[in-house]
């Protein structure tokens, strides 16, 4: 499509992995679909003038994950309940996620794990969101606490929404190293069913141990 203004900006923000390959495009069912991967959404629709929305995505499946780069205009979308959580790492923009009559926002200065219940989202920008299952997060969260909380002390704290502090240090360096990982992906065509395999498992491993991190509550909450 012609790069107007819009489909300019959209082009210029950056994605976690597939930035040199995705394309701007104006089609909603495709985002809708590019979004399912990771949010189980029943209601999407853009915001303001629909001929005016672009988006563009990258999408990859790594064992039981799916993970969504994506840059848009303006959207609002509603999930039904799951039994995954859902990790949203805002990059420009923000989305403001309602849950229970509570609002958590996602952007460049702090992300929101959500935890399996319906929720809506809206906004605009650029980010990273992908699914994960609470259960082995629960288990690393409690390894990464050198086991001062228990497998179930850490499922119940993410029962609940918690917001991530993209300004931590330690949360930002575990974001480079999940950026990292998933540019890993974007092998050559040529690339080995085994590597690919290989790979795609470590690269989940990785989300697993980053995301555990990023949630990792400071050392006087672990008493």
């Not at 805002?90 to 702090?110: A, F, K, N, P, V």
């Not at 085994?194 to 672990?222: F, H, K, N, T």
Request: charged content about 20%; aromatic content about 8%; glycine content about 8%.
């Amino acid at each position: 499509m012609p790069q107007d203004p819009v489909g300019a900006w959209i082009a210029s923000l950056p994605l976690a992995f597939g930035h040199g390959t995705s394309k701007v495009v104006s089609d909603l069912d495709l985002f809708f679909d590019a979004l399912s991967l990771s949010a189980h959404l029943c209601e999407f629709d853009a915001l303001g003038v629909k001929a005016q929305f672009v988006h563009r995505a990258s999408t990859a499946i790594v064992g039981d994950l799916a993970i969504t780069a994506c840059a848009h205009t303006p959207i609002v979308g509603t999930t039904v309940e799951t039994s995954e959580s859902l990790v949203t790492l805002g990059c420009h923009g923000e989305i403001t996620y309602t849950l229970e009559g509570r609002h958590w926002q996602s952007r460049s200065d702090q992300g929101v794990y959500l935890p399996g219940a319906a929720v809506t989202g809206q906004g605009w920008g650029s980010g990273l969101l992908f699914n994960i299952d609470p259960a082995r997060l629960s288990r690393e969260l409690s390894f990464r606490s050198r086991e001062r909380w228990s497998v179930e002390r850490a499922r119940r704290f993410l029962q609940s929404p918690q917001t991530i502090n993209m300004a931590d240090p330690a949360v930002a360096m575990a974001l480079r190293a999940i950026k990292q990982a998933l540019r890993c992906l974007e092998l050559p065509g040529e690339a080995s069913v085994a590597l690919r395999l290989a790979l795609e498992g470590w690269v989940e491993d990785q989300l697993y141990i980053c995301v555990a991190q990023m949630l990792r509550p400071q050392p006087s909450v672990w008493a």
